[in-house]
């Protein structure tokens, strides 16, 4: 079944109320991810913007976190980018790190030039991921 619950409204009120100097950095990550591919939703959840797939997939468990591409964690001007099935993702360009036993990944933005410079990489991270979907 496809996911219906896409919340851009939800995620501009809570990119609203942080830190002027930040929403900046937040919402051009925010603009390279949703321009990677249509099929990719947005929403409020685990208190921070995230990101997911929209289309059909077969039945799984929710705990698997099949549908979930990615997830910001937004701390002190920093933005870690975390992909919950991040080591399922084959030749991810060297962007993703960590070595976490429960699968995640991440990037992490420091500033603009960091969007600049890891952008067209993260793109790529995404259809990669996107590419795996069951």
């Not at 360009?93 to 600049?116: A, C, P, Q, S, W």
């Amino acid at each position: 079944m496809a996911k219906d619950v896409h919340d851009s409204q939800g995620v501009n009120e809570y990119i609203q109320k942080l830190d002027p100097h930040f929403i900046g950095l937040v919402n051009n990550i925010r603009q390279l991810i949703l321009d990677t591919d249509s099929i990719i939703g947005e929403q409020i959840k685990w208190n921070s913007p995230s990101f997911f797939y929209k289309g059909e997939m077969k039945p799984f468990n929710p705990k698997e976190y099949k549908r979930d591409i990615a997830v910001m964690n937004l701390r002190k001007g920093v933005v870690m980018l975390v992909f919950p099935t991040g080591a399922t993702i084959k030749g991810n360009t060297g962007i993703l790190e960590g070595k976490y036993t429960d699968g995640r990944r991440m990037v992490t933005f420091n500033d603009e030039n960091d969007v600049h410079t890891k952008g067209k990489q993260l793109q790529i991270v995404i259809k990669q991921w996107l590419s795996q979907v069951e």
